[in-house]
């Protein structure tokens, strides 16, 4: 039997971008706090001073989870178990937010005294049957044959209200009427009122077979019949099989070679299964509509009721190598997986009814090779030192979509310049035998240095990307000097030329692990290379994102940046404000096949590499010595510290490193993380 209890109050940030990204860039010609030492409201709501949130704004977010579990084993006859177990999970969530009153003589939110209380209640009952059977023929002979059945019922509610125009600042619970009167009107105090239901049930019926010859031959099948409620009938089951196998070699008697002390081949393939859906994705989405003097209700999606599981079937071929005693240890590890009707959401033309469908779309492959090493570098009575490796590389690759009649039955993408060719091709996009994840952009040749130059060149090209007031004002010194890949005398779309990738292509890790009597000491670092960010947090703060609401970065006044006519050689186009509004479009520049996110940048000065060395962990403990820990009746007592995320070796100069979305808007990077604690058993 288990019983666990959890109640979570985080420290809860209401609206991320708002708070942290934009919050962070205010200007500093906007004050902090006013000459009373209350803060001022900073530019808008939507672009806050932090101090003003926590002083008018009470955010109290908490989570409370029971999870149960009743398991049984009882044994038949010799080697048969029959084990069953239920378990019942109860997770509730609530959300309270009340702003108080601020200031007659400031900028007003759009709703005076908002309250807002959100609940979340859900409950999840699982029932797993399984019988098992062990047996051995002969001696050497081992087998264990599996069936069991599982049901599990997810239930939820959620309940939405809001309200305005509270009387007090005490009272954080909605008790305002419905209906209020402001200047012979009668308007609504209700901001939000919204309930949801949801369930939904899955079964599954299961077969396992393990077999084991005197370790050294291994062999285990498997087949799984999974259902899931939110398909429509004719889809709601699919079969996953899977087998494995395995071969010790140096259990085998002719194996006489003595610095291998393990080695073993294992192989696997198998198929598994994803219903990652809403049952309105089948079925379909209705909303209730008032029109004229009728009501009725509307059709809120389309739906697709031939959407079918998603597949991943993965196989997977390894060997395992030991030398001298196990000092020395490797494992090779090659997958392949191969992912297909993946359920994704097709964009429709702008003449349709709705903006999309789900349903499914082709097949990915995921290949790649793991490489884990482990070295017992010093291993004595007091004192080990032992070092594990890791190296991974991985590519992601479109191997079928359905057929469209485009090159590739490419989907998105568009049509670009090729060096090579002279010609327009497409790119972008997905497309069959492409890796995913391409970035394009606009290639930077430099930085005006003067007022002739730049004319210049708007003699011979047009930017059509820069903003209408930008292009009837052409270029001037400090902008950058944007590639005409084509060479037509124009900059627009057709010009984008490939940048990097947004994911990683290596990836992996080392940790030292030194023993010394009861003392363990921990050091763990993970590195990742091949992908590339766009630095938007520094891209909206030199070219002000807007006409005034981001502060200046230091690069604003650096040795990299043209600050003055004549400057030669610069990296970075001058500080500018509302680039994107009225300006030049240098850093605000969006391309169809790059990021094409406001808070980020695709031209190449603002697009930096990712890689990095992280200093993921330091982690120190002490095993008191079990005669001490005999005193007070305890088994043992561990004590242990902990510091997480210290730091990286980078030359990404953004925020966070491990962003792998091609996007870095600002924000938190990873929180450095100190824990202490202890661990006693009775």
Same mark, same amino acid.
């Not at 096949?593 to 992280?614: H, I, Q, R, V, W």
């Given at each position: ?7 979570i109050q985080?420290?809860?940030v ?11 860039r205010i200007?500093p010609?906007i004050?902090i ?17 932090r101090f ?8 109290n977010?908490?989570t ?8 049984g ?23 309270l &937010?009340m702003?108080?009153g601020?200031?007659?003589?400031e900028i007003?939110?759009s709703? /005076?005294? /908002?309250?807002?209380e959100?609940?979340?209640n859900t ?7 399984i019988?098992? !059977?062990?047996?051995?023929? *002969?001696e ?6 599996l069936g ?6 997810n =239930? ?5 209200i ?12 909605? #008790?305002?009427?419905?209906? =209020?009167t402001?200047?012979?009107?009668t308007?609504t ?7 949801s239901l ?5 079964a599954s019926?299961?077969? /396992? ?5 005197d370790?050294r031959?291994?062999? #285990? ?6 259902g899931f ?9 699919a079969?996953?099989?899977s ?5 010790n070699?140096?259990?085998e008697?002719f ?13 696997s393939w @198998?198929q598994?299964?994803?219903n ?11 909303s209730s509509?008032t029109?004229a ?5 509307? $059709?809120? %999606?389309?739906s ?6 998603e597949?991943?079937t993965?196989t ?5 190598i030991s ?9 090779v ?14 964009p ?5 009814p ?18 884990e090493?482990?070295?017992?570098t010093i291993?004595?009575r ?7 490796l ?5 590519k992601t690759?479109v191997?079928?979509?359905p ?6 039955n ?11 060719s002279k ?9 069959e035998?492409?890796?995913v ?6 290639k ?6 003067t007022?002739a ?10 930017d059509?990307l820069?903003?209408?007031s930008g292009i009837?004002v ?7 000097i944007?590639?005409?890949t084509n060479?037509?005398g124009?900059i627009?779309?057709?010009d984008?030329v ?6 990683p292509?290596?990836?992996g890790g ?9 003392f ?8 990742s290379?091949?992908?590339?960010? #766009? %630095? ?7 070219g002000q994102? $807007?006409?005034?609401?981001? @502060?200046?970065? *230091?690069t604003?006044?650096?040795?990299d940046?043209w ?8 990296k970075y186009? $001058?500080?500018?404000f ?5 300006? /030049? ?6 391309? =169809?096949?790059?990021?094409n996110?406001s ?7 603002m697009l930096? *590499? ?6 993921r ?6 095993e008191?010595a079990p005669?001490?820990?005999? *005193?007070?009746?305890? #088994? ?6 902990s510091?997480n995320?210290l730091? &990286? ?5 953004g925020f966070?490193?491990?962003t792998?979305?091609?996007v870095?808007g600002g924000g ?5 993380? !100190?824990?202490?604690g ?5």
């Amino acid at each position: 039997m288990m019983v666990n209890y959890q109640n979570i109050q985080p420290n809860y940030v209401a609206a991320f971008v708002n708070e942290l990204a934009r919050g962070t860039r205010i200007t500093p010609l906007i004050r902090i706090f006013k000459d009373n030492g209350d803060p001022t409201p900073g530019e808008l709501y939507t672009v806050p001073n932090r101090f003003h949130t926590l002083k008018y704004d009470n955010t109290n977010v908490s989570t409370e989870q029971f999870i149960s579990r009743l398991a049984g084993d009882w044994t038949i006859i010799k080697g048969l178990h029959y084990k069953p177990s239920v378990s019942y999970l109860a997770k509730d969530y609530r959300y309270l &937010y009340m702003r108080k009153g601020t200031p007659a003589n400031e900028i007003q939110p759009s709703t /005076q005294r /908002q309250k807002n209380e959100s609940t979340t209640n859900t409950r999840q009952t699982m029932i797993d049957q399984i019988l098992q !059977y062990d047996f051995n023929v *002969k001696e050497d002979h081992h087998f264990t044959l599996l069936g069991g059945f599982n049901y599990t019922r997810n =239930t939820g509610n959620t309940i939405n209200i809001g309200s305005q125009r509270a009387t007090n600042d005490y009272i954080s619970t909605i #008790s305002e009427p419905p209906n =209020t009167t402001i200047n012979g009107v009668t308007t609504t105090n209700v901001t939000d009122f919204s309930t949801s239901l949801t369930e939904t049930r899955s079964a599954s019926y299961f077969g /396992q077979f393990n077999y084991d010859y005197d370790g050294r031959y291994l062999l #285990s099948g498997a087949l799984r019949y999974d259902g899931f409620s939110n398909f429509a009938p004719e889809n709601k089951y699919a079969l996953f099989p899977s087998v494995a196998a395995g071969w010790n070699i140096a259990r085998e008697k002719f194996w006489h070679i003595e610095p291998i002390s393990t080695f073993k081949l294992r192989a696997s393939w @198998g198929q598994a299964g994803n219903n990652d859906l809403n049952i309105t994705d089948t079925y379909g989405n209705y909303s209730s509509n008032t029109y004229a003097l009728g009501s009725g209700i509307t $059709r809120a %999606n389309l739906s697709n009721p031939n959407l079918k599981w998603e597949a991943t079937t993965t196989t997977d071929l390894a060997t395992e190598i030991s030398f001298f005693k196990d000092k020395l240890s490797l494992i090779v590890d090659y997958y392949n997986k191969v992912t297909s009707d993946r359920l994704a959401s097709k964009p429709l033309p702008s003449e349709a009814p709705f903006a999309s469908i789900p349903y499914n779309n082709g097949s990915l492959r995921n290949r790649g090779v793991e490489v884990e090493l482990s070295y017992a570098t010093i291993k004595s009575r007091s004192f080990s030192w032992t070092t594990n490796l890791s190296f991974a590389i991985n590519k992601t690759v479109v191997t079928k979509l359905p057929a469209n009649g485009r090159a590739k039955n490419r989907q998105g993408g568009d049509l670009i310049w090729n060096a090579k060719s002279k010609q327009l091709v497409e790119a972008g996009g997905y497309a069959e035998g492409e890796r995913v994840g391409a970035l394009y952009g606009y290639k930077v040749r430099g930085v005006f240095s003067t007022d002739a130059e730049a004319a210049a060149w708007n003699a011979k090209v047009k930017d059509n990307l820069a903003s209408p007031s930008g292009i009837t004002v052409g270029k001037h010194a400090g902008d950058f000097i944007f590639q005409d890949t084509n060479g037509d005398g124009i900059i627009d779309s057709k010009d984008q030329v490939f940048m990097g990738w947004r994911t990683p292509s290596i990836m992996g890790g080392m940790q030292n692990t030194f023993t010394y009597k009861g003392f363990s000491f921990r050091v763990a670092m993970d590195f990742s290379l091949g992908h590339i960010i #766009s %630095n938007g947090a520094l891209a909206r703060s030199l070219g002000q994102g $807007r006409a005034y609401n981001e @502060g200046a970065p *230091k690069t604003a006044l650096g040795s990299d940046i043209w600050q003055k006519e004549g400057d030669v050689g610069k990296k970075y186009a $001058r500080f500018s404000f509302a680039d994107y509004d009225f300006g /030049q479009r240098n850093y605000l520049r969006n391309a =169809t096949l790059g990021t094409n996110n406001s808070y980020s940048s695709d031209a190449s000065p603002m697009l930096e *590499k990712g890689d990095f060395l992280a200093f993921r962990e330091i982690a120190l403990s002490y095993e008191l010595a079990p005669s001490l820990v005999k *005193k007070i009746r305890a #088994s043992s007592l561990n004590i242990f510290a902990s510091v997480n995320n210290l730091g &990286y070796i980078t030359k990404y100069t953004g925020f966070n490193p491990e962003t792998y979305t091609g996007v870095d808007g600002g924000g938190y990077p990873r929180p450095r993380q !100190y824990s202490l604690g202890a661990t006693l058993k009775f």
